[in-house]
């Protein structure tokens, strides 16, 4: 596939991510065009529609990305958000879904250089990983 | 839908898209022309939709402000969307310039085509295909925006003080020079906590006519949020009192580790083994220190470090204290032999190598140990040559470490605010937010918060007030968060897992009707309720997965 570009969603906490993906900004460091931000105020709040719905809707890879543990703007909901993700993660298996596609990772307002490590690092994932089968099933 | 004077207006949103060319900075990458080419030409996408796009110089600029708030009247804009830089910078900015109009503030939204575009996506095609979708998604989503509307809440500028210590009192103290009205709680029968010596703001304190001292009581309930709440008092002889202030102040101090918890010190009651802060207060109450038969010691050894790899931390304080206090006992009875057995001293700040210099010159033996140990009125001191030695005092001080107050826990509970991996009060954050925690208007001071010395207390008390003064202003109302969850009570089951999974205690059952509601002055719109809900209950505003959405299918189109 070698004019595959993936679409990609990373959802980011306000107070860590998001910040972090400024500071890559301003910092200019090269981020692939495929990977779009939304912004949330707290990764605790991705709850499993939003993840899924975002797959059928045609996303070939989503990101959720917010502070590291202990570091949460509300104090713990990043260990809520990482506790739904076990649960989606099996739950992706039984669609047929890799769960590869889902990842969920801490990135602190300080860690610009972290953010884009992060970011390409994942869309190449996503890029060898190939569309995401809800795309192409002819199930579906 | 693209023309004017349909007699339509009721059913026409006017949607203004305004490009913000940060001089070259987006103008430089993104052809901005392209991306109000591209929007338009498919703008009969949007039903019952009419846009307004433009691009601008700087739009932060005194000018640039002046320009769309002009642009919102003149074009009566019922949405706004401005493309420019990170919501970061100036989201409250363009806020700002949508409240001096008729439009909502919540019926505009800011796109990041700088951070996440021009600056960020090499090349400038590609660049700029990037900002139409983002632009394209916070169309679609600020049509999906709701208005939403400030309610300022009176306040009361008083506050609460938990704990009449060197930190409580000082608190009290800033607050009441602001002519405050302070409630002074102490659990004990008298002020001035565990801080050792007679501090002179205690007799300020007692006189203070905005101070109102409440001896042997505890806090015993408490609702509400900054600026209201109402607290509950209880007496140790049974009595309770309601009284409401603004904020509370925790400042209920500390305790020490039981120096027999290692394992490698042991004694029993009869033995002369006194813990630091102990002895610290004998010497400033009788001006020595005696056995119990009412002799004077010949001998007496300061042990530091005790109970420090228990609990897995240095106090920071107690090598300066220990070192003080032998240095004091050899001033008022220099033919007391003291020594004082540590393994590392840790004697930070200015004044540190100062205390140790005090201690050498007054005559305090100094031992450096790898490892103490104490069976009665025996040390076992393990030398750095390898060699040990035995060797008994007629007293002996341990320095135990500086461990969280008992009431810690419930009072934690109660507030709803964490502890940190050692069990003190956790701070909101360790750098921007030392003093607050995550409940607004509860703040920390003092060794409530971690060990420190009287000095730090007293700054942190004086943190805790500048937050109270300045938070809290007699006169002025506050604007609570408005970006909050509500409840469909339509489709709440009463389920209760929002109420357990809210660190802010923002949601309670009403058990008559079956369902939760919120508390929406306590909300901080986190969001964690609503993935919890297993109805889809709950909505959290501005934030609502209907909304989202509208982001991720146009960056899927």
Redesign the interface.
């Known amino acids: 596939m070698p004019d595959f570009h993936p ?1 990609i ?1 990373g959802f980011l906490c306000n107070w860590c991510t ?2 972090a ?2 500071l ?3 910092s ?4 692939p ?1 495929e990977f ?7 990764s ?7 993840i899924l ?2 797959f059928y ?3 070939d890879g989503i990101l959720v990305a917010g502070c590291h543990p202990g570091d949460c ?5 990043n260990y ?1 958000a990482r506790r ?1 993700f076990a649960l989606l993660k099996k739950v992706m298996e039984t669609l047929d879904l890799e769960p590869e596609r889902l990842e969920l990772r801490w990135v602190s307002a300080a860690e610009g250089n972290r953010y884009a490590e992060v970011v390409n690092e994942f869309t190449d994932r996503i890029r060898k990983l190939g569309p995401s089968p809800i795309r192409t099933s002819t199930r579906l | 839908m693209s023309e004017t004077g349909t007699g339509k207006t009721e059913m026409t949103a006017r949607v203004g898209v305004y490009l913000c060319e940060c001089g070259p900075n987006i103008a430089g990458k993104i052809d901005l022309d392209k991306v109000m080419a591209d929007i338009l030409s498919e703008s009969d996408r949007y039903r019952n939709v009419e846009l307004v796009i433009r691009r601008y110089g700087f739009l932060c600029s005194g000018p640039g402000k002046q320009y769309l708030e002009d642009e919102i009247k003149e074009n009566g804009l019922t949405h706004l969307v401005v493309a420019a830089c ?4 100036h989201d409250s900015t363009f806020m700002g310039v949508c409240a001096r109009t008729d439009l909502n503030p919540y019926l505009y939204r800011i796109v ?1 085509i ?3 575009c021009s ?5 400038p095609e ?2 700029t ?2 900002a139409a ?2 632009i394209r ?1 916070s169309i679609s989503r600020v049509l999906r925006q709701s208005s939403l509307f400030e309610k300022p809440l009176e306040i009361n500028p008083d506050a609460v003080v938990i704990g009449g210590g060197a930190a409580g009192m000082e608190a009290a103290l800033a607050l009441s020079s602001d002519l405050r009205r302070v409630f002074l709680v102490e659990k004990s029968a008298s002020l001035g906590g565990g801080c050792g010596i007679t501090m002179p703001q205690e007799k300020a304190v007692i006189e203070d006519p905005n101070v109102d001292i409440y001896l042997e009581t505890q806090m015993s309930s408490v609702i509400g949020f900054l600026g209201n709440f109402e607290i509950g008092l209880k007496s140790a002889d049974g009595k309770d009192e309601e009284i409401t202030a603004g904020a509370i102040i925790l400042a209920i101090g500390s305790d020490y580790s039981d120096p027999q918890e290692s394992g490698r010190i042991s004694f029993s009651e009869s033995d002369e083994v006194h813990i630091l802060a102990e002895a610290e207060r004998t010497l400033e109450a009788a001006g020595d220190l005696k056995l119990r038969d009412g002799t004077m010691p010949e001998t007496i050894a300061v042990v530091h470090c005790v109970g420090r790899e228990e609990q897995g931390y240095c106090s920071g304080v107690c090598c300066s204290s220990s070192l003080k206090l032998a240095a004091a006992i050899r001033r008022l009875s220099p033919e007391t032999a003291v020594t004082s057995v540590y393994r590392d001293l840790c004697l930070p700040g200015a004044d540190g190598e100062n205390v140790l210099r005090m201690a050498r010159e007054s005559g305090v033996e100094l031992i450096r140990t790898k490892g103490t140990s104490l069976s009665g009125m025996e040390l076992d001191l393990e030398k750095m040559d390898g060699t040990s030695e035995k060797r008994s005092f007629d007293m002996i001080i341990p320095a135990a470490a500086i461990v969280p107050a008992a009431d810690t826990v419930s009072l934690a509970e109660m507030l709803r605010i ?1 502890l940190d991996e050692h069990g003190f009060f956790k701070e909101a954050h360790r750098m921007t937010d030392p003093a607050g925690t ?1 409940t607004e208007g509860v703040f920390i001071a003092g060794t409530a918060h971690g060990p420190m010395s009287v000095m730090s207390s007293m700054r942190f008390a004086r943190a805790c007030a500048g937050q109270v003064l300045t938070r809290l202003v007699p006169g002025e109302r506050i604007v609570p968060e408005v ?1 909050v969850t509500e409840i469909l009570e339509a489709y709440c089951t009463g389920c209760g897992n929002c109420l357990d ?1 809210c ?1 802010y205690g923002a949601i309670y059952a009403d058990t008559d009707r079956g369902i939760s509601v919120v508390n929406e002055a306590v909300c ?5 309720c ?4 297993p109805s889809g209950a709950l909505r ?1 505003r501005h ?1 609502t ?1 209907e909304q ?2 509208r ?3 146009e ?2 189109r």
């Open positions: 679409r969603i998001y910040a993906a400024d890559a900004g301003s200019k460091l090269e981020l065009p779009t931000v939304i912004r949330v105020m707290c605790s709040r991705i709850d499993h529609n939003l719905s975002t809707r045609g996303a703007h509300y104090g713990e909901g809520y739904r | 990170s919501p970061r910078d990041n700088r951070e996440q600056w960020v996506i090499t090349d590609e660049a295909e990037r979708t983002y998604g964490p995550t970006k999974v660190v901080r719109g986190c969001g964690n609503f993935a919890s809900c959290t934030f997965n989202i959405f982001e991720v299918d960056a899927l």
